[in-house]
């Protein structure tokens, strides 16, 4: 692990949805400047585990530590440091993009709710559709919209869900580079994703989750290739 | 101002923007208390009850019919796109999102009453000149409780398959010391009766919203926090 | 805590207690019907309230239980406390019926009306109706843990509301007099009708333990069935 001391850490970390447990003692760390890619069947827990370390769900067992320090749901100052970007846009269809960036600026408290709406709108390249209802946005246009929404407020920690899904390839161009920018400001990242080839390069540390367990948890291998047999391996569990 | 009170107001300011927008909803809320009215007004024998011995009863059960149904699209418009997860992430607590989306329902409820009550002085033929400012307190006190209840029990039922059938299931008894207090302090004022003879309904009242509120606010967690 | 032992313990004692409770409930008919006098004025229909009134309080005594274990839930969130939570309602509201139609049957001929809304009788009502509602929610929702918190909420919201029916029912009818045959009054109890009222308040609460205890047993058990579902 790069450094001693982790952003984001989970210990233990467990869930179940009635009598079905979909995660089971899970650990972790992201560290500043780290990009944790996990992988993982339908199913395994790679969304609840996005979804637990983001506070939207609450723990069965274990818990999620923030700067070391074990994060209470009643807390809302920790989700300042979180953005989440989900399967889901959380933006409504009826407003238009930038009605819906200036409620999440102010929903996060920002000091300037317009500027910050305008400057996301800037960083998604939308500029053409920033007054468009949000429900009469492409697919692509949407996700692109929703990596806005997601971290408007500029956290330090970042949980992406599937971020490549329906985006054309100059996007998924512009995602990578703009998650390099992460990095360098030293932002701890965690990324869920089917398509690993993506991201490969961009990541340091790689986890495959199989029934809801790490199969796999180590520094990333300098080689997708040689990866994919142990993965495949992996996942039959 | 506290961030907190800011994000009650944004949440709030969304709501009502997401409505007036969508227009369909309120309009139609409106609508069913009109009808209700009129549907009652030929619920009677006109040659045995008068107009105005139906009239307070006639006014409440309209202002509640209205409200279950104005309060059952509360939630509605955060299922899409998993928009309430959006205002789970927001550094704010369960308490101001629950205020946020009680004002929301207060100003969408007080729409359809406002709307209400000038149709109903027009059908029933009453005379508010004396008592409307009584009225109004009374309106006030006895809406801010069942749409303090409502507003918690709205997050519940959007959880459930058939939550348009479920909220006034559950809402209702929780209606019941509001609306026995209300229909008896407006009977006495629209008789003529002076504000100080309705004083102890008033503070009952007062006292549920107090209560009731403090409680929603307190327990909303339990119903958001998955 | 393998599956089927938690819950068999709470079923056999649970059955144990009902089986008591109900050898003693023969002993409350005996004694109401030999051992008390008929009551001057309201003859032998008086003889019903040592039936409705244990069991208004057998309900009552279940739903305020489940509005303190609610907050108890919330604060704990011990599973437990909500199957516990869930089978006293269902035992309060069989309790609840037994008072909803022995009151009725004994108003007819003393008040004159099957029904009237004597504030006692109103707030057993709608706390039925909560209740029920309480119920039904629960069918409606799938998630265990969503099930046990909003059950919580409206159970502690179900224990405040009762003051306030209370009041605004009295208040409501010492306005409109209903009409009524005769009042109710309060003489005091010759001591033959009082231990026979005491005794059949015992064996109420003692009923109420022993159904809940069964149900909270087969809760359990269903809870535990699943729980090893899972784990195949």
Same mark, same amino acid.
């Given at each position: 692990?790069?450094?001693?001391?982790?952003?984001?850490?989970?210990?233990?970390?467990?869930?179940?949805?009635?009598?079905?447990?979909?995660?089971?003692?899970?650990?972790?760390?992201?560290?500043?400047?780290?990009?944790?890619?996990?992988?993982?069947?339908?199913?395994?827990?790679?969304?609840?585990?996005?979804?637990?370390?983001?506070?939207?769900?609450?723990?069965?067992?274990?818990?999620?530590?923030?700067?070391?320090?074990?994060?209470?749901?009643?807390?809302?100052?920790?989700?300042?440091?979180?953005?989440?970007?989900?399967?889901?846009?959380?933006?409504?269809?009826?407003?238009?993009?930038?009605?819906?960036?200036?409620?999440?600026?102010?929903?996060?408290?920002?000091?300037?709710?317009?500027?910050?709406?305008?400057?996301?709108?800037?960083?998604?390249?939308?500029?053409?559709?920033?007054?468009?209802?949000?429900?009469?946005?492409?697919?692509?246009?949407?996700?692109?919209?929703?990596?806005?929404?997601?971290?408007?407020?500029?956290?330090?920690?970042?949980?992406?869900?599937?971020?490549?899904?329906?985006?054309?390839?100059?996007?998924?161009?512009?995602?990578?580079?703009?998650?390099?920018?992460?990095?360098?400001?030293?932002?701890?990242?965690?990324?869920?994703?089917?398509?690993?080839?993506?991201?490969?390069?961009?990541?340091?540390?790689?986890?495959?989750?199989?029934?809801?367990?790490?199969?796999?948890?180590?520094?990333?291998?300098?080689?997708?290739?040689?990866?994919?047999?142990?993965?495949?391996?992996?996942?039959?569990? | 101002?506290?961030?907190?009170?800011?994000?009650?107001?944004?949440?709030?300011?969304?709501?009502?923007?997401?409505?007036?927008?969508?227009?369909?909803?309120?309009?139609?809320?409106?609508?069913?208390?009109?009808?209700?009215?009129?549907?009652?007004?030929?619920?009677?024998?006109?040659?045995?009850?008068?107009?105005?011995?139906?009239?307070?009863?006639?006014?409440?059960?309209?202002?509640?019919?209205?409200?279950?149904?104005?309060?059952?699209?509360?939630?509605?418009?955060?299922?899409?796109?998993?928009?309430?997860?959006?205002?789970?992430?927001?550094?704010?607590?369960?308490?101001?999102?629950?205020?946020?989306?009680?004002?929301?329902?207060?100003?969408?409820?007080?729409?359809?009453?406002?709307?209400?009550?000038?149709?109903?002085?027009?059908?029933?033929?009453?005379?508010?000149?004396?008592?409307?400012?009584?009225?109004?307190?009374?309106?006030?006190?006895?809406?801010?409780?069942?749409?303090?209840?409502?507003?918690?029990?709205?997050?519940?039922?959007?959880?459930?398959?058939?939550?348009?059938?479920?909220?006034?299931?559950?809402?209702?008894?929780?209606?019941?010391?509001?609306?026995?207090?209300?229909?008896?302090?407006?009977?006495?004022?629209?008789?003529?009766?002076?504000?100080?003879?309705?004083?102890?309904?008033?503070?009952?009242?007062?006292?549920?919203?107090?209560?009731?509120?403090?409680?929603?606010?307190?327990?909303?967690?339990?119903?958001?926090?998955? | 805590?393998?599956?089927?032992?938690?819950?068999?313990?709470?079923?056999?004692?649970?059955?144990?207690?009902?089986?008591?409770?109900?050898?003693?409930?023969?002993?409350?008919?005996?004694?109401?019907?030999?051992?008390?006098?008929?009551?001057?004025?309201?003859?032998?229909?008086?003889?019903?309230?040592?039936?409705?009134?244990?069991?208004?309080?057998?309900? #009552?005594?279940?739903?305020?239980?489940?509005?303190?274990?609610?907050?108890?839930?919330? $604060?704990?969130? &011990? /599973? =437990? !406390?909500? %199957?516990?939570?869930?089978?006293?309602?269902?035992?309060?509201?069989?309790?609840?019926?037994?008072? #909803?139609?022995?009151?009725?049957?004994?108003?007819?001929?003393?008040?004159?009306?099957? $029904?009237?809304? &004597? /504030? =006692? !009788?109103? %707030?057993?009502?709608?706390?039925?109706?909560?209740?029920?509602?309480?119920?039904?929610?629960?069918?409606?929702?799938?998630?265990?843990?969503?099930?046990?918190?909003?059950?919580?909420?409206?159970?502690?919201?179900?224990?405040? !509301?009762?003051?306030?029916?209370?009041?605004?029912?009295?208040?409501?009818?010492?306005?409109?007099?209903?009409?009524?045959?005769?009042?109710?009054?309060?003489?005091?109890?010759?001591?033959?009708?009082?231990?026979?009222?005491?005794?059949?308040?015992?064996?109420?609460?003692?009923?109420?333990?022993?159904?809940?205890?069964?149900?909270?047993?087969?809760?359990?058990?269903?809870?535990?069935?699943?729980?090893?579902?899972?784990?195949?």
């Amino acid at each position: 692990m790069p450094s001693p001391e982790p952003l984001l850490a989970a210990r233990g970390l467990g869930r179940r949805f009635g009598p079905s447990t979909v995660l089971r003692s899970v650990d972790l760390d992201i560290a500043a400047g780290q990009v944790l890619l996990v992988l993982g069947e339908n199913g395994s827990g790679k969304t609840t585990l996005l979804r637990l370390l983001a506070g939207l769900l609450r723990p069965t067992t274990g818990s999620v530590l923030l700067h070391g320090q074990p994060v209470r749901s009643t807390d809302a100052e920790f989700r300042r440091h979180l953005g989440l970007l989900s399967h889901k846009s959380h933006m409504y269809d009826d407003l238009t993009l930038r009605e819906n960036l200036v409620f999440a600026a102010r929903m996060h408290g920002l000091p300037n709710p317009g500027e910050a709406a305008a400057a996301a709108i800037r960083s998604a390249d939308l500029d053409q559709r920033g007054d468009s209802r949000l429900g009469s946005l492409s697919r692509g246009m949407l996700q692109r919209a929703a990596i806005a929404r997601a971290f408007i407020h500029r956290p330090g920690i970042l949980l992406l869900d599937e971020p490549f899904t329906a985006l054309d390839a100059p996007s998924a161009d512009r995602v990578r580079r703009w998650i390099q920018e992460r990095v360098r400001d030293g932002c701890g990242i965690a990324l869920v994703t089917h398509q690993p080839a993506e991201v490969w390069e961009l990541t340091t540390d790689v986890g495959v989750l199989a029934a809801g367990r790490w199969a796999i948890l180590e520094p990333r291998p300098a080689a997708l290739e040689s990866f994919l047999p142990r993965y495949r391996e992996a996942i039959r569990v | 101002m506290s961030e907190s009170v800011r994000a009650v107001f944004a949440l709030a300011a969304k709501d009502l923007r997401l409505e007036f927008r969508g227009k369909a909803g309120l309009l139609s809320a409106v609508m069913f208390a009109a009808l209700v009215l009129i549907i009652f007004n030929f619920s009677r024998d006109p040659t045995t009850i008068s107009n105005i011995d139906l009239a307070p009863s006639v006014l409440w059960v309209t202002f509640a019919f209205g409200a279950v149904v104005t309060l059952n699209r509360a939630f509605h418009l955060e299922q899409e796109n998993a928009a309430f997860d959006g205002l789970r992430l927001a550094p704010v607590s369960r308490g101001a999102v629950y205020f946020g989306k009680l004002l929301a329902n207060l100003v969408f409820v007080g729409l359809v009453e406002a709307v209400t009550l000038p149709l109903f002085i027009l059908f029933f033929d009453v005379d508010l000149s004396g008592s409307l400012p009584g009225i109004l307190a009374i309106t006030a006190l006895a809406t801010i409780g069942f749409v303090g209840v409502g507003t918690v029990f709205s997050a519940m039922v959007v959880r459930t398959r058939f939550a348009e059938l479920m909220l006034p299931v559950l809402l209702l008894p929780f209606m019941v010391p509001p609306l026995i207090g209300a229909t008896q302090a407006t009977t006495r004022l629209l008789a003529g009766r002076p504000l100080s003879e309705v004083w102890g309904w008033l503070r009952l009242l007062a006292v549920y919203d107090i209560v009731f509120v403090t409680l929603s606010a307190l327990t909303f967690w339990a119903v958001v926090d998955e | 805590m393998t599956a089927g032992i938690r819950g068999r313990g709470a079923i056999r004692g649970g059955l144990a207690v009902t089986a008591i409770a109900l050898l003693l409930l023969a002993g409350v008919y005996v004694m109401a019907l030999k051992y008390t006098p008929v009551e001057i004025r309201q003859g032998l229909a008086q003889k019903i309230f040592y039936l409705h009134a244990p069991a208004a309080w057998s309900a #009552l005594l279940a739903f305020g239980l489940v509005g303190l274990i609610s907050v108890l839930y919330l $604060w704990l969130q &011990d /599973p =437990r !406390l909500d %199957l516990f939570a869930a089978s006293s309602v269902e035992v309060g509201l069989a309790f609840c019926l037994v008072m #909803l139609t022995t009151g009725p049957i004994w108003a007819k001929p003393i008040w004159g009306t099957w $029904w009237t809304w &004597d /504030p =006692r !009788l109103t %707030l057993t009502l709608l706390l039925f109706f909560i209740f029920l509602g309480y119920l039904a929610l629960r069918s409606a929702l799938n998630d265990r843990s969503e099930r046990a918190r909003f059950s919580a909420v409206i159970g502690i919201m179900g224990l405040l !509301l009762v003051p306030f029916i209370h009041i605004s029912v009295y208040l409501f009818r010492t306005m409109h007099p209903m009409p009524i045959l005769m009042k109710p009054s309060k003489p005091s109890l010759p001591p033959e009708m009082l231990k026979t009222l005491l005794f059949s308040f015992g064996v109420a609460t003692l009923l109420y333990i022993g159904f809940v205890m069964v149900r909270y047993g087969l809760a359990i058990r269903q809870y535990d069935r699943e729980e090893a579902q899972d784990e195949s």
